[in-house]
């Protein structure tokens, strides 16, 4: 919404600031898109297996 009355200086700057808001914006939405990328299918997950000696504990390890 611009403001009722506004002078060419003050409108410049409105645009400037806008302009200025803008860039960061779209910087922030880069990182975030970046960061979605990298870090996208690397789901980890931690099981804790119990068992006695001798269970198999290890070899279900080695099969995975």
Known sequence: M???IETP???DARLE??????KVSDEID???RMEAT???GKHEIRLLLLGQRESG???L????
């Open 2 to 4: 611009l403001p009722p």
């Open 9 to 11: 200086q003050q409108r």
């Open 17 to 22: 600031k806008e302009r200025e808001a803008k």
């Open 30 to 32: 880069e990182q975030l």
């Open 38 to 40: 990298l870090t996208k």
């Open 57 to 59: 504990r290890s070899t």
């Open 61 to 64: 390890l080695k099969r995975g």
